[in-house]
C-alpha cells in the first residue's frame, strides 16, 4: 500500500499528465505535485468505511504516508518536475525544513504524551 501511494501513484501521474501534452507546462507541473501528495487521513477514513473497509489500516496507511512525505515528496518533485524547470529544488534543504516544522513537533509531542502516562 504505501509503495503504490508514494512511488506508483505520483509516476503514473506523471505519465499521464505528459501524455496528455497540455499545452501549459504549469498545469502539467500541478498535476505531477497533485499526484505526489498523499490523500488526507479524514478523506480516508470515510472513504474507507463508506466501502466497508479495514478502518484501522487505513488509518495506519494515511499516517505513515504523510510522515514519509517529508522525504519523498521534495525527492519525487526533483525527479519528476524540476528537471523540466530552470529553477533549482534543493531536496536535502527542504527535507531538512519540512522535518524542523513538522517531524520534530510530532515527535516531540508524542514523547510528552508517552511521559505523562497519555490522556485519561
Known amino acids: 500500500g504505501i509503495l503504490s501511494v508514494m512511488v506508483v501513484t505520483p509516476i503514473l501521474g506523471c505519465v499521464i499528465a505528459n501524455a496528455l501534452s497540455c499545452s501549459l507546462r504549469e498545469l502539467t507541473h500541478g498535476a505531477v505535485l497533485f499526484s505526489c501528495m498523499p490523500a488526507a487521513v479524514s478523506s480516508s477514513a470515510s472513504l474507507t468505511l463508506r466501502v466497508g473497509g479495514n478502518l484501522a489500516l487505513s488509518v495506519l496507511l494515511a ?4 510522515a514519509l512525505s517529508v522525504i519523498t515528496i521534495p525527492v519525487l518533485l526533483n525527479m519528476l518536475v524540476w ?6 529544488l534543493n531536496a ?3 527535507i531538512a525544513r519540512l522535518s524542523t516544522t513538522t517531524l520534530i513537533p510530532l515527535l516531540a ?7 505523562s502516562g497519555g490522556v485519561r
Open 83 to 88: 528537471p523540466d524547470l530552470s529553477a533549482q
Open 63 to 66: 499516517v505513515t504516508c504523510h
Open 109 to 115: 509531542g508524542e514523547a510528552c504524551y508517552t511521559a
Open 92 to 94: 536535502s534543504s527542504l
